[in-house]
């Protein structure tokens, strides 16, 4: 299975911003959507954002929504997530994804992970 990688967390003080990236080595993502999403311990795994990568068209959840931008440069195989405003509750591993059938909320379309990127926001 084709494998994603991520990059871009790291500790970050309440009220600041990252900007996470996905790579996809030896495949280009101009024929699928990339989701984005995230993973705090002891929690189920939820849906952060998405963008087609075909037709453009993005996707946020309403936790993030208004302080997260998702984007692609499909010349670079490369998705990012810009996330401002971070708060406490945005702690969690971060992962993106890969779909050949579009964007999706839930994690069961999409058929390649990468190995996650941790975000730590602090208070």
């Known amino acids: 299975e084709v494998q994603l990688v991520e990059s871009g967390g790291g500790l970050v003080q309440a009220g600041g911003s990252l900007r996470l990236s996905c790579v996809a080595p030896?495949?280009?993502?101009?024929?699928?959507?990339i989701g984005w999403f995230r993973q705090a311990p002891g929690k189920e795994r939820e849906g952060v954002s998405c963008?087609?990568?075909?037709?453009?068209?993005?996707y946020y959840a309403d936790s993030v929504k208004g302080r997260s931008t998702i984007s692609s440069d499909n010349a670079k195989n490369t998705v990012y997530l810009q996330m401002n405003s971070l708060k406490p509750e945005d702690t969690a591993v971060y992962y993106c994804?890969?779909?050949?059938?579009?964007?999706?909320?839930?994690?069961?379309?999409?058929?390649?992970w990468g190995q996650g990127t941790q975000v730590t926001v602090s208070s």
């Open positions: 030896g495949f280009t993502f101009n024929d699928y959507a």
């Open positions: 994804a890969r779909s050949a059938y579009g964007c999706y909320i839930r994690a069961t379309p999409f058929g390649s």
């Open positions: 963008i087609s990568s075909r037709d453009g068209s993005t």
